[in-house]
């Protein structure tokens, strides 16, 4: 599954181009007339509603932000964990960098191509430390150390 694309957060102040942020149904959305707090979208305005319906994750009272979802941002999708991908590494010699393709999974089940890379220092802690956890398999299946 691959990351939807991020809506446009609303503009700040007259001077900005983006498009205010529209809220769908199942969304999270933070109202910041309500000192930040989360919700899910519930009700959208429109069919004798003039105002969006939120709940708070996890259940509790029901609240209304108005229509022109100017107190709605969007709340974006945390990081999980990061996998490396299959694909080979990169070493750029004039800047000393080394980088490894990763994948960023996001809690809402998207996921994103990224690199990870690495100083001089950082490969060599690095070296050591997957050196290790290679060790710590290798003890835990009973082999050698």
Known sequence: MTRRGTPHLP?????GTAAPFSPRLGDLA?????????????????????TYHLV?????????????????TPVQP????ITPQKRDVTY????????LP??????DGGTAESLLVFDPSQLELYYYQVGRIIELRDKARGGKV
Do not use: C
Request: charged share 25%; hydrophobic share 25%.
């Open 30 to 50: 933070r109202d910041t007339s309500k000192e930040g707090e989360i919700g899910v979208v519930v009700a959208l305005p429109g069919e004798g509603r003039n």
């Open 78 to 81: 945390q990081v999980t964990h």
């Open 11 to 15: 503009s700040q102040g007259a001077s």
């Open 92 to 99: 750029d010699s004039r800047a000393e960098r080394g980088g």
């Open 56 to 72: 708070p994750p996890g259940g509790g009272d029901k609240w209304s932000a108005p229509n022109d979802g100017k107190t709605l």
């Open 102 to 107: 990763v994948t960023v999974h996001y809690d």
